[in-house]
């Protein structure tokens, strides 16, 4: 049974469906995985009671297969509503919220048979790209957990390197999908804006940042989950068309031609050893016949950050500003959360303005690099993982950083405008900590780039080597 949890969702399910083994039986080999792996790093939080999902694992054995997740036990990130399951949003405020309905995704996912045994763990409502929290605690790296998991996805990362799980869900504002993935060696996609929509509540139209996705240890994992989460719903501006991306995944990429932009021209200070390895992982491409260009940065860095900095905070005044309302619940907000609010509640008409005018203009620069390029490549962070009690990086390179996000400056040309990007695994430092490539494709071409993540993957297989303890 331990050989079958180390292989991929698609192999666990294809011995399901041939009865080679029972939802039963891979359940309690589940549950017995995480019992003995999840006190190390903290990844899975509210595991909900074993013999009521032993239960649900043995009608799932006596049920006619609803598709192909059918059986498979899967956690999902605690920032989505799981019925009968707590949605904590690793905030105290949300501490006891039970949840009363599966939000869409999550629908989708359990209409393919998915079994849901509890939460994977994210910072206090998604911010920051580390993973600790005051009513979960923080979750610790795969490969060494004194260091930072990244995040917000960063329980799904671990549970996902420490073979807890086959798949995992998460969610990408900046970068969420994409680090935790890279410092974990396993594969983070944030898809093209709408292709998975998310609840059609509240305002629709005016914060399009955010996204949910896959994560998974290979790219044909990835896919099949992208084509259960993704599809359009009449109520969702902007949605995509639905898409087979399994189907398509396997293609000739030999003659594809991608960009590498390094650190922005300079605007992007790395700690040493970074780009060291993203650049000797590209070498990976040449073995595939893709060509890779390293190109001058395409768009002044400072207009894509003021415009990050104003339109994100914009969304998150909206998101939490009913918290910050009541003054016993902005007392349990973290600092972070306050500074985001308070930023976007300051913002001018004229800011919001020149914000989306200056996402505009990058969105229009890009879509020219596309009819050159197939995909832009860029590291899936400036720093390696940092240790796990510290709350954020406050410099890089002797460059003092000016925001607690600011180390993770890296992923918002694609996150600005919406563009699909997956984390692939790029080796390994000197420490021994992974790091990964964003593969940045262009809106709409997430096929595109899952073909390419396949190559890669087939090319070397660096999710082979496994953490320690895992």
Known sequence: MDELLDQGALAQSAALEAR???????????????EARNPRVNA???LRDREALLSEARAADAAPRSGWMHGLPMAVKDLA????IRTT???????????????????RMRAAGALFIGKTNTPEFGLGSHTFNPVHGATGNAYDPTRSAGGSSGGAAVALACGMVSLADGSDMMGSLRNPAGWNNVYGMRPSWGRVPDEAEGETFLHPLSTNGPMARNPRDLAALL??????VPERPF??????FFAGIVAEVKGRRVAWLGDWSGAYPMEDGVLATCEAALGLFDTLGVTVEAVQAPFDAGALWQSWLDLRAFANADRLGTLYANPEWRRQLKGTAIWEIETGQKLTLEAVKAASLSRSKWYTKAAELFRTYDALILPTAQVWPFPVAQEYPTEIAGRSLDTYHRWMEVVIPASLI????????AGFGAQGLPMGLQLIGRHGGDLGLLQL??????AADWVGKRPEGC
């Open 453 to 458: 993540a396949e190559a890669w993957h087939q």
């Open 89 to 107: 949003m690793g905030s105290p405020i949300m501490a006891t919220q039970m949840a009363r309905h599966d939000d869409l995704m999550v629908a």
């Open 81 to 84: 509503n799981v019925a009968g």
């Open 227 to 232: 084509d259960v989460q993704s599809g359009p």
């Open 239 to 244: 949605t995509l068309p639905k898409e087979s």
């Open 44 to 46: 899975i939080v509210n």
């Open 418 to 425: 919406g563009l699909p990007a997956i984390a692939v695994p």
């Open 20 to 34: 080679q083994v029972s939802a039963e039986e891979l359940m309690a080999a589940t549950l017995d995985r995480i």
